[in-house]
């Protein structure tokens, strides 16, 4: 696998992970993993619960560091540059980091914040620039009517809302989203979805990571898949060539049916 830029004038990849391992005490939660994520792609990260997908993505953001193999953003190594600084090139939300924030904190100060990767406006200066932009990514979201109102009046699809505006705050070369419709109800889901969809149709948008454990949340953009299952990678590439009832009934341990809808999206149920 490539894990530095190739000839003179291109740009390196946006995320690079290899032979990544993790262990915690006797336990491995990473084993052998390999990704590439270049420009354009959009990769779903499916697996059962328990099979590494938040640590893989916590080490992708740069918030873990692995006990082996290496990460690299953009080809700048983790370990060998400031992390503080190339934490700011990734889009990151996951539900650890929704809990984080103050919930008296106005949605748009929870998407200025992303700028110094912070969970408070009180420690930095921002510019009009910096407002501009926090209202440009609330507005790509549906959600600018929201920029005046505390985190807790709004539901839990509009804070998601909120919280993906906050990923493109800085116009990162990667999004990682860990389980964003985890806690949405059916119309909170289906609106994430649809901004999700929207987002990834832009050539323009950074490539992203979304992870899930239910294929029914799976945007219809998705382009690349990783099956995950105890830590180790079962299969990955293009999500119509890897994910088929046999690959997906091989990553959860049970017969399943998949069918792909008229939409592009997927269902998945257990076989009878």
Known sequence: MNCHPGSVGELPDPLVLDRVRMRRASTVILDDISLTVRAGER??????????????????????????????????????TDVRELRRRIGYSS??????????LRAVDAVRTARYAALEPWWHRY????????LECLDRMGVAHFADRELATLSSGERQRVLLARTLMNEPAVVLLDE??????LAGREQLIAALDELAADPESPPLVFVTHHVDDVPATMT????????????????RDVLDATALSACFGLELCLERRPDGRLSAWARR
């Not at 510019?127 to 932009?133: H, L, P, S, V």
């Not at 690349?224 to 299952?229: A, G, Y």
């Open 43 to 80: 990769w779903l990260l499916l697996g059962p619960n328990g099979s590494g997908k938040s640590s893989l993505l916590r080490v992708a953001a740069l918030y873990e560091h692995p006990t082996s193999g290496t990460v690299e953003v953009l080809g700048e190594r983790l370990g060998r």
């Open 95 to 104: 539900a650890a980091l929704a809990e984080q924030l103050r919930p008296a």
């Open 224 to 239: 690349n898949v990783v099956l995950l299952r105890a830590g180790r990678i079962q299969a990955q590439g293009p999500i």
């Open 127 to 134: 510019t009009a620039a910096d407002d501009r932009r926090a």
């Open 180 to 185: 964003p419709s985890a806690r949405l109800d």
